[in-house]
C-alpha cells in the first residue's frame, strides 16, 4: 500500500477509535447504576428573601458531609433566586431537558401532581421501600402528600400546619376565658361577637377570604372549614371533585357570618381583599393589639422573633393557641391542613440511584432537624421533633402533634384551578351573595374544568 495510504488508513483507525472511546465515555457518565467514577449531583433549590438561607445552609453542610464519606460523588448547588412563580417557572424550564435538568429540585408539595403529569418527575417506590427509615419515622400524612396516581414522587423536608392565634389581652378585656379552646365552629363566631361587642375599635376575628389572597383563602380559610364537615373537596372512593355538597354551604355560610357587612366581625375589604393581608395580619393589626381571632398558619410568630420583620417582645405572652374544630365538635373533633415542600428527583436524571444517596444523606434525623429548626418548618420526620434544638421551639409541641391528623390538598392537576373558584365563590358570598348560589356557580365552573363524568353532587 502506497504510504500515504497507510496514514490515511491509520489516521482513520484513530479517529475510529477517539470516537468510539467517547461515546463509552459519554455512556459511562450517564450510567446510574455502576456507582464508579466521579459523579455530579446537581441540587435545586429556590433563594429569596435576605441571608441567611437555611437552604444554602443546609444543603452545603451536606456538601462536606458527602466529600467525606463518598468522595465519588460531587454535589453541586444550584440555588434559583426569584419569587414563589418565577421559581416555579424556571424550575419546569430546566426540567424539560436532560442537558439541562437538576437530578434533585424541591417541590412545592401542592405542584407535585402537575410537575408528574408532565413528565418531570421520577417515581420513588423502589429506592423508598428499601429505606425502612423512610416508613418508620414519616408522618403516614406527610408520605401521602407526596403520592399521587398510586406512586410516592418525593420526600417531605417540612411542613406547616393551622390553628387559631388569638389574642389574650383583648380576650381578657372582653370578658372571654385566656386559656381557650373552642369546641365547635358556633363558640369562634360567639367570642367574635363579644370581642366586637365589648372591645371596640378591634377586629373581632380574621378569615382569609377572597380571590387576592389566592392560596391561603383556599387552604386557611375555606379547606380548613371544609375538612371540619362530613364532606370533602375530593372523593377519592369515586374519583370525583364534589362540586357541591352541605358541608360546602356551611363553610360559605360560615365565611358570609363573618364578613357580613350588617355585623362584619372580619376585616374590611381594604384589608381583606388585598394580595398584602398575609404581611398586614400578623405583622401589623396582631402586635398592636388590634385583632383578636386569626386564623392562621404556625409559621406567623416567626414575624415576632427579634429576628423577624416585626419584632415582638411580648408575643409569647400574649398570643394563645387553641386547634380549629369541626364543624359541631363531633368526628375528629379537630382540623388542621397541612402543606410543604419536598425534594424529587428529576424525570432525566442521569443518575438517580446516586441522587437519592444524596437525599438519604441530606434527610438524615440531624440534617432534617438542624434545617427545620433553621426553616421555621414543622418536623415531617417524628424523630427530628425529639430533637432539643427543634423541642425548645416556641409551640413546637402543639404543631406537631396536629400533624397526625392533618388534612391536605387534592394532589391533582386540576387543583390549582379549582383553587381560583373555591376563592371566587368565598369573594362573592362577601359581596352579598346567598352561599347556595355562590356554590352553584362553583359547582358548573368546577364541572366545566374537570369534566362532568369527573364531577358529583352530595
Not at 475510529?16 to 465515555?25: C, D, G, N, P, Y
Not at 360567639?190 to 361587642?197: E, G, M, V, Y
Not at 432525566?348 to 440531624?366: C, I, P, T
Request: glycine fraction near 8%; charged fraction near 15%.
Amino acid at each position: 500500500m502506497h504510504e500515504t495510504g497507510k496514514r490515511s488508513l491509520l489516521y482513520l483507525f484513530c479517529l475510529l477509535a477517539i470516537v468510539f472511546s467517547s461515546v463509552l465515555a459519554a455512556c459511562g457518565s450517564t450510567n446510574s447504576g455502576n456507582g464508579k467514577g466521579p459523579i455530579t449531583i446537581t441540587v435545586a433549590y429556590q433563594q429569596f428573601g435576605p441571608p441567611p438561607y437555611p437552604e444554602e445552609t443546609w444543603w452545603k453542610s451536606v456538601q462536606v458531609q458527602l466529600a467525606k464519606s463518598d468522595p465519588n460523588i460531587t454535589l453541586k448547588l444550584l440555588p434559583v433566586v426569584a419569587d414563589e412563580g418565577s421559581y416555579y417557572t424556571k424550575l419546569d424550564l430546566m426540567m424539560r431537558s436532560a442537558s439541562t435538568t437538576p437530578d434533585i429540585v424541591r417541590e412545592d408539595s401542592f405542584l407535585v401532581s402537575s410537575d408528574v403529569a408532565a413528565g418531570y418527575l421520577a417515581p420513588l417506590d423502589k429506592y423508598l421501600n428499601s429505606w425502612p427509615e423512610y416508613k418508620q419515622q414519616w408522618f403516614p400524612s406527610m408520605q401521602k402528600i407526596t403520592t399521587f396516581n398510586g406512586s410516592n414522587y418525593g420526600v417531605m423536608d417540612g411542613t406547616d400546619v393551622r390553628g387559631i392565634w388569638y389574642n389574650k389581652d383583648i380576650f381578657r378585656k372582653a370578658g372571654l376565658p385566656t386559656t381557650w379552646q373552642p369546641n365547635n365552629w358556633n363558640d369562634i363566631l360567639s367570642a367574635a361577637r363579644t370581642i366586637k361587642a365589648r372591645v371596640p375599635g378591634v377586629i373581632p376575628m380574621n378569615l382569609y377570604s377572597g380571590v387576592p389572597m389566592d392560596e391561603a383563602s383556599s387552604m386557611q380559610g375555606f379547606e380548613m372549614l371544609l375538612y371540619g364537615t362530613k364532606d370533602t373537596l375530593y372523593n377519592y372512593n369515586t374519583k370525583k371533585w364534589v362540586t357541591s355538597s352541605p358541608g360546602m354551604a356551611d363553610a360559605l355560610n360560615f365565611v358570609k357570618q363573618v364578613y357580613n357587612p350588617s355585623d362584619l366581625l372580619g376585616p374590611t375589604n381594604d384589608i381583606a381583599l388585598s394580595t398584602a393581608a398575609g404581611n398586614t395580619i400578623p405583622q401589623q393589626l396582631l402586635p398592636k393589639d388590634k385583632l383578636g381571632i386569626d386564623i392562621d398558619g404556625s409559621w406567623i410568630s416567626f414575624n415576632w422573633l427579634s429576628t423577624g420583620t416585626a419584632p415582638w417582645p411580648q408575643w409569647q405572652s400574649t398570643m394563645g393557641l387553641a386547634k380549629m374544630p369541626t364543624e359541631y365538635g363531633d368526628g375528629a373533633k379537630y382540623v388542621t391542613m397541612s402543606g410543604g415542600w419536598a425534594y424529587s428527583i428529576t424525570a432525566r436524571s442521569q443518575h438517580q440511584d446516586q441522587a437519592f444517596e444524596v437525599l438519604k444523606a441530606a434527610f438524615s434525623k440531624d440534617n432534617l432537624g438542624t434545617y427545620d429548626v433553621q426553616a421555621a418548618q414543622i418536623a415531617t420526620r417524628q424523630d427530628t421533633a425529639q430533637l432539643p434544638a427543634y423541642a425548645n421551639q416556641p409551640n413546637s409541641t402543639f404543631f406537631t402533634n396536629l400533624v397526625s391528623f392533618t388534612q391536605f390538598r387534592p394532589g391533582f392537576v386540576a387543583y390549582p384551578k379549582i383553587s381560583v373558584q373555591i376563592d371566587t365563590a368565598m369573594q362573592h358570598v362577601m359581596s352579598g351573595q346567598s352561599p347556595s348560589d355562590a356554590m352553584n356557580a362553583f359547582s358548573q365552573s368546577v364541572s366545566g374544568i374537570v369534566g362532568a363524568g369527573n364531577a358529583e353532587q352530595h
